[in-house]
């Protein structure tokens, strides 16, 4: 019996130039705010990771068959370090696919401000919030709520520690 014929296939490295899927710059919002720091891009809804490759050999397509659409463009957000400012409002800090998350610091336009960790775009964790009039809160937060163990300062210096609940203290004890 003679031996079996051996077929070889040769594929052409092909150079292709890619987008970058990452990096930092400045981004400016339609609403006229501003984005300075990392970003990343996202592939569009649906496309699983074989469609995003695009080094996969696609079939060629028939005479019938009607065009492709174009390919959605990938998605860029907020990733990493950055600082976002919208009018007096700014954030700066970390961002997780475009949402405020990881522990930043965001000043009101009144100056008042939140220092602390993030989730889910609000104030989750440890964190103090500081009002111009000297007042503050430092301890657990949930939610944007005051929730766990903090200690409030009034502007006159009294504190008030203690166990805080969904934004309240019921039965804090004054320290002088």
Same mark, same amino acid.
């Given at each position: 019996?003679?031996?079996?014929?051996?077929?070889?296939?040769?594929?052409?490295? =092909?150079?292709?130039?890619?987008?970058?899927?990452?990096?930092?710059?400045?981004?400016?919002?339609?609403?006229?705010?501003?984005?300075?720091?990392?970003?990343?891009?996202?592939?569009?809804?649906?496309?699983?990771?074989?469609? =995003?490759?695009?080094?996969?050999?696609?079939?060629?397509?028939?005479?019938?068959?009607?065009? /492709? /659409?174009?390919?959605?463009?990938?998605?860029?957000?907020?990733?990493?370090?950055?600082?976002? +400012?919208?009018?007096?409002?700014?954030? +700066?800090? *970390?961002?997780?696919? *475009?949402?405020?998350?990881?522990?930043?610091?965001?000043?009101?336009?009144?100056? +008042?401000?939140?220092?602390?960790?993030?989730?889910?775009?609000?104030?989750?964790?440890?964190?103090?919030?500081?009002? +111009?009039?000297?007042?503050?809160?430092?301890?657990?937060?949930?939610?944007?709520?005051?929730?766990?163990?903090?200690?409030?300062? *009034?502007?006159?210096?009294?504190?008030?520690?203690?166990?805080?609940?969904?934004?309240?203290?019921?039965?804090?004890?004054?320290?002088?």
């Amino acid at each position: 019996m003679p031996p079996k014929a051996v077929r070889q296939i040769v594929v052409e490295e =092909a150079m292709v130039d890619l987008p970058p899927t990452s990096g930092a710059g400045l981004f400016y919002y339609p609403s006229g705010a501003t984005y300075s720091g990392d970003w990343l891009c996202l592939p569009p809804p649906g496309a699983d990771s074989a469609e =995003a490759d695009p080094m996969k050999i696609k079939k060629k397509p028939g005479k019938d068959d009607p065009p /492709p /659409p174009p390919p959605e463009p990938l998605k860029r957000v907020r990733q990493g370090k950055g600082t976002y +400012t919208e009018g007096d409002y700014s954030y +700066t800090g *970390d961002f997780e696919k *475009d949402e405020i998350q990881g522990v930043g610091r965001f000043t009101y336009a009144s100056g +008042t401000y939140y220092e602390g960790e993030w989730f889910g775009g609000g104030y989750h964790g440890h964190g103090k919030y500081m009002w +111009t009039d000297g007042r503050s809160y430092d301890g657990q937060w949930q939610q944007n709520k005051m929730h766990g163990q903090g200690c409030y300062t *009034d502007v006159n210096g009294h504190r008030w520690v203690g166990q805080f609940f969904n934004g309240s203290g019921p039965g804090l004890t004054n320290t002088l």
